[in-house]
């Protein structure tokens, strides 16, 4: 489902004409990988949608209407949630992308303090890519912990571990499809060497 931005949705309006835009942001992701071509990642589109964040590869049905290209949906308009489900997309091998969000059982807010360590196993290599993709974008990254009434995890330890795999990127390079990301938002954006390792401190990161 896509949004209408003339219906009242209860939540923050979605910034559309802003620097940090999500219609711009779509576009520049669909000018690297919508079309089916040789490109790993190809036939994939970015799409804006009301419900949570979820991915879709090519003929899985929703709503009894299916679809021939592969859907990263992100919530709401925000931008920061399409940098979060990229950052999925740019983890996730050929075989997770042939899976409904990639196949991983999502546990809602609300998780055990072992469950919150799992998830933050999982969510510390993507939220390094979030970061590197934000940095391309110019705009600023924040850890997310997504468990506001479970019990607290170690957020110093899970931001000290989204650094580490941070620092690994940025010393043996990322995949493709991530460096065809950040080149696309880093030429929009300005930036000039977004994968500068001055760009990154843990002591920044809220």
């Keep these: 489902m896509t949004v209408d931005l003339d219906k009242p949705t209860g939540l923050p309006q979605a910034d559309v004409t802003g620097r940090h835009n999500y219609p711009k942001l779509i576009e520049l992701f669909n ?12 036939n994939t589109r970015l799409i804006c ?14 709503e009894d209407s299916g679809h021939d290209y592969h859907r990263i949906i992100f919530a709401h308009g925000f931008f920061a949630s399409a940098l979060h489900e990229l950052a999925h997309w740019c983890v996730a091998g050929q ?10 059982w999502y546990i809602p807010d609300g998780r055990t303090a072992a469950q919150q360590q799992a998830f933050e196993r999982v969510e510390g290599r993507t939220q390094a890519i979030e970061w590197l993709l934000a ?35 940025l010393q043996a390079g990322v995949n493709e499809r991530t460096q065809c990301l950040i080149n ?23």
């Design 31 to 42: 000018a690297c990988f919508a079309e089916r071509d040789y490109r790993d990642g190809s």
């Design 95 to 104: 075989e997770r992308r042939c899976l409904v969000d990639f196949g991983y």
């Design 49 to 62: 949608g009301q419900g949570e964040p979820i991915y879709y590869p090519a003929g899985m049905p929703e």
């Design 135 to 169: 940095s391309a974008c110019d705009y600023r990254f924040c850890v997310s912990v997504d468990n506001l009434t479970g019990e607290a995890g170690d957020s110093q330890g899970f931001k000290a571990l989204v650094y580490q795999y941070l620092q690994g990127y």
């Design 184 to 206: 696309a938002f880093s030429t929009h954006f300005g930036v000039k060497e977004p994968m500068a390792a001055e760009r990154f401190q843990l002591d920044q990161l809220s």
